[in-house]
């Protein structure tokens, strides 16, 4: 028979995996709003597009500078797209700074 202790800890690690695949599938929207249609990957210029999309999009040249630090730093095969682990892990950085 289960102890009170596991069965609590059992709650609780279910919350923490729903967050965690809550957190993924937030992630992966996000990822797909970068992309065009036609598109499993972005590039560079994707990204751009969308940090300059609206009222308070970036300038041009900003959005261009931080595309190109981003994809620098996690464009792990150098292809010059990112995939969603790399965009998954470039946005975990840029949160994780954030957060401190």
Do not use: C, W
Not at 4 to 10: A, D, P, V
């Amino acid at each position: 028979m289960p102890s009170r202790n596991s069965l609590k800890k059992g709650k609780s690690d279910d919350s923490l995996e729903e967050k965690s695949l809550n957190y993924v599938e937030k992630m992966r929207r996000s990822f797909e709003m970068f992309l065009p249609d036609d598109k499993t990957e972005f590039e560079k210029e994707d990204m751009i597009r969308v940090f300059t999309r609206g009222e308070g999009g970036m300038s041009h040249d900003e959005a261009e500078s931080i595309a190109s630090e981003l994809f620098e730093t996690y464009d792990s095969n150098k292809d010059e797209k990112m995939s969603f682990d790399e965009f998954r892990a470039a946005f975990q950085t840029i949160k994780d700074f954030v957060s401190e």
